[in-house]
């Protein structure tokens, strides 16, 4: 509708100056004179019209100027929007393939109890655990640590818990363990620092990560984040709360004084937290074949 305005008003400017050109045969077709005194003052009348014409062009240049600016950028926030839909799509296709190798790998991870806690517990059965039940059983070797620190006496700090962390359960299986947790800081590192996703989408993603994590496996994830070999896991715990569904108890006490609360909080009313279970007994069902 403004490109109608603009050509109709284009086309009326140049019809007046078209007239002003020919005027001589006009006036002397309608047997005017053409230079008599009166027609020189009606002349210099057109000196306004002339400024005011000009003026109306002027504007006329410069509304254009400025449509073309916003078709511009309509013309730029699609392609970026396409752009955005194409990333987000191919983002999606990547992160739900990491998903996948995340549980692949999960089945990977090994750990077996010390002598010293199959001592302490003598109905734990002696055997090399993975998947689910690894996780299980390293939470089981660090909250038997951490009570012994406690017995005796020793306060934890956050130094001294990921020492404990990394000298009791990290470094007797590290070649599955350590992988299985850098795919994780991969993955969720990804989403942190994708320049186009929302706030709100790098959340929903996060709780597809952390909602495949068990209890067990939660607070071993916060153990291994305050090593130094886990970079800045740190972080990204505390950005995406994994703590939030940690099974409670004294390792999950010790985190709370290394962790920020909102690290524990969630952003949403899923599953409470599941309690500690003193019982370190493995039920037949529980063996690996």
């Known amino acids: 509708m403004r490109l109608k305005w603009i050509v109709a008003a284009a086309i009326g400017f140049g019809a007046v100056w078209i007239a002003w050109v020919f005027q001589e045969f006009v006036f002397q077709w309608f047997d005017i004179p053409w230079k008599s005194e009166r027609l020189g003052q009606l002349g210099d009348t057109f000196g306004a019209l002339n400024a005011l014409f000009s003026a109306l062009a002027f504007v006329a240049v410069l509304f254009t100027i400025k449509q073309q600016a916003d078709d511009l950028r309509r013309q730029q926030r699609q392609i970026f929007k396409a752009e955005q839909n194409q990333h987000r799509q191919r983002f999606e296709d990547n992160f739900f393939q990491l998903l996948a190798v995340i549980r692949e790998n999960r089945q990977d991870v090994r750990f077996r109890n010390s002598d010293k806690y199959l001592t302490a517990n003598v109905k734990a059965v002696p055997q090399t655990k993975k998947g689910h039940f690894a996780f299980r059983a390293a939470y089981r070797e660090m909250r038997y640590w951490v009570r012994q620190e406690d017995r005796a006496g020793r306060a934890l700090n956050c130094e001294g818990l990921a020492a404990l962390y990394a000298k009791k359960v990290h470094v007797r299986y590290?070649?599955?363990?350590g992988a299985y947790f850098r795919l994780v800081y991969e993955t969720l590192d990804r989403v942190?620092?994708?320049p186009f996703l929302s706030d709100e989408e790098k959340d929903e993603?996060?709780?597809?990560?952390?909602?495949?994590?068990?209890?067990?496996?939660?607070?071993?994830a916060g153990c291994n984040a305050l090593n130094d070999f886990a970079k800045d896991f740190k972080r990204l715990v505390i950005r995406f709360r994994l703590l939030k569904y940690a099974?409670?108890?004294?390792?999950?006490?010790?985190l709370t004084k290394h962790y920020p609360p909102e690290t524990f909080q969630g952003r949403d009313t899923n599953r409470p937290p599941?309690?500690?279970?003193d019982d370190d007994v493995d039920e037949d069902w529980e063996r690996d074949e």
């Open 192 to 194: 942190d620092r994708d």
């Open 174 to 177: 590290e070649s599955t363990l």
């Open 247 to 254: 099974r409670t108890g004294d390792v999950y006490d010790e």
């Open 274 to 277: 599941e309690p500690d279970i």
């Open 205 to 220: 993603f996060g709780n597809l990560v952390r909602g495949q994590m068990t209890s067990f496996e939660a607070a071993i």
